[in-house]
């Protein structure tokens, strides 16, 4: 009996609607509703996690799949978040500012296109180099803590370039960053665990553009400290270009499965 050709749909629409959150903010940015544009990207983010993982639990792994979900995050965690930085904040600083916008979205098709080439190979331990959805939330959690605080990005332009630009330049850099997919989230837990989490969405309800704001540059940050703390002689290639492996990472074998964070 001949296969049956096509595409599975579930796994490709949560990828459609992330592509879709990454274009609407964008949408929004070039309208001046630069919060709308800040939480679609979080939203982007939300959807990227959820797309490979029902991919998984409904076995719809296919190569057109992971294909797609590149391109959206291309777009969601690539383009969107340079341009909606760029039209809050660095409109009036001529070349400077599109020069570092740029500087974000050709780091980020570089780290998509090295995860792709090296998921069969790399530590699942670790990303090398900021993983793309987490800079987004970085450069998409500045822009909407300053909305929420009435900060005027063109108050602020040449740090907000600066933002930009050295969360791009951490997406292709070789510090390590922990990708927590050690984390068995089969297993039980105390009781007390589930209380810490609700605590942990109230925490985040209460302020959320400023605390997510905070967790992502905390985890952006946490990648070259954790890079210095491990290497006991730091050289160019634990800091950026090419490696036989990841930056000072055992030569472990990841699975090809693992594409939610890239």
Not at 35 to 47: D, L, R, S
Request: proline share 2%.
């Amino acid at each position: 009996m001949t296969k049956r050709r096509g595409i599975y749909l579930l796994p490709n629409l949560l990828t459609t609607a992330g592509l879709f959150s990454g274009f609407y903010a964008v949408v929004m940015s070039m309208n001046g509703k630069f919060e709308h544009a800040a939480v679609a990207i979080f939203v982007a983010m939300i959807f990227d996690g959820l797309d490979g993982r029902v991919a998984r639990i409904t076995n719809t792994q296919s190569a057109f799949g992971a294909e797609y979900d590149s391109m959206a995050d291309m777009v969601s965690f690539g383009i969107a978040p340079a341009l909606v930085a760029y039209n809050f904040g660095m409109t009036e600083l001529g070349k400077v500012g599109w020069l570092a916008a740029f500087v974000y979205v050709s780091c980020a098709a570089l780290r998509l296109a090295r995860f792709n080439t090296q998921v069969a190979t790399a530590d699942k331990r670790f990303f090398q180099g900021l993983a793309s959805p987490a800079a987004a939330a970085v450069v998409a959690g500045m822009v909407w803590a300053c909305q929420d605080y009435d900060l005027n990005g063109h108050d602020y332009e040449y740090l907000v370039a600066l933002i930009t630009g050295m969360t791009g330049v951490l997406m292709v850099s070789n510090f390590k960053y922990n990708s927590f997919k050690e984390v068995d989230w089969h297993g039980k837990v105390p009781f007390v665990a589930i209380l810490a989490i609700m605590l942990v969405f109230i925490i985040v309800a209460t302020a959320p553009s400023l605390v997510l704001l905070t967790v992502f540059l905390l985890y952006a940050v946490a990648g070259p400290i954790n890079t210095f703390r491990t290497v006991d002689k730091v050289t160019l290639e634990d800091l950026v270009g090419d490696t036989e492996a990841d930056a000072d990472f055992d030569e472990n074998t990841a699975s090809d499965e693992d594409s939610e964070l890239k």
